[in-house]
T-cell receptor, first 115, second 112 residues
Framework: GAVVSQHPSWVICKSGTSVKIECRSL??????MFWYRQFPKQSLMLMAT?????????EQGVEKDKFLINHASLTLSTLTVTSAHPEDSSFYIC???????????FGSGTRLTVV | SQELEQSPQSLIVQEGKNLTINCTSS?????LYWYKQKYGEGLIFLMM?????EEKSHEKITAKLDEKKQQSSLHITASQPSHAGIYLC????????????FGKGTTLSVSS
């Protein structure tokens, strides 16, 4: 089946540094990918929609300069958290829509801790 | 504003008991998805419903979508400790391929 590989699964970084999270579609081409954020005991909140070869569409309230999304190929989308701060600590998860079967597949998520 | 209302927020049931989780939308859905998650881990796909009145079952879990495609329920029969986790309903509203919007989730605990 369609698999999205997300890395790293967890990362600890210092305040002020940047962290890159990668999502790769392993056996299909992902024209569109979605990035979500999840706080403890809360649901998934959509951050942005990433389309291959074009600029990402960010949800209201999400800082595009802080959360840089790049979708340069049909198999890779990246989310870079720039100048990370402790409040950016969260669980980030990516998803891709499956045009062939009408469904969605999710990465395994990245737990980011900023210290 | 939250487009999907999920209830209850949390649920504790005794092993062997049945339970139902509801997901209600303020507008017509295109597709409704049920997932299970343990916080900090990925989502486990349970079922997808698209047609009004549709019902699907897998093992002891049954999901239904009402005729108006605005409400779905997830029913677990004879709950087991392995059913414990966070249940999320997600929906796309406009067309296939748009981002899923999720309800706030239901945390299920099963006591033995």
């Amino acid at each position: 089946g369609a698999v999205v590989s997300q890395h790293p699964s967890w990362v600890i970084c210092k305040s002020g540094t940047s962290v890159k999270i990668e999502c790769r579609s392993l056996d299909f081409q992902a024209t569109t990918m979605f990035w979500y954020r999840q706080f403890p005991k809360q649901s998934l909140m959509l951050m942005a929609t990433s389309n291959e070869g074009s600029k990402a569409t960010y949800e209201q309230g999400v800082e595009k300069d802080k959360f840089l999304i790049n979708h340069a190929s049909l198999t890779l989308s990246t989310l870079t958290v720039t100048s990370a701060h402790p409040e950016d600590s969260s669980f980030y998860i990516c998803s891709a829509s499956l045009e062939s079967t009408y469904g969605y597949t999710f990465g395994s998520g990245t737990r980011l801790t900023v210290v | 504003s939250q487009e999907l209302e999920q209830s209850p927020q949390s649920l504790i049931v005794q092993e062997g008991k049945n339970l139902t989780i509801n997901c209600t939308s303020s507008k017509t859905l295109y597709g409704l998805y049920w997932y299970k998650q343990k916080y900090g881990e990925g989502l486990i796909f349970l079922m997808m419903l698209q047609k009004g009145g549709e019902e699907k079952s897998h093992e002891k879990i049954t999901a239904k979508l009402d005729e108006k495609k605005q409400q779905s329920s997830l029913h677990i029969t004879a709950s087991q400790p392995s059913h414990a986790g966070i249940y999320l309903c997600g929906a796309d509203f406009d067309q296939a391929g748009t981002a899923l919007i999720f309800g706030k989730g239901t945390t299920l605990s099963v006591s033995s």
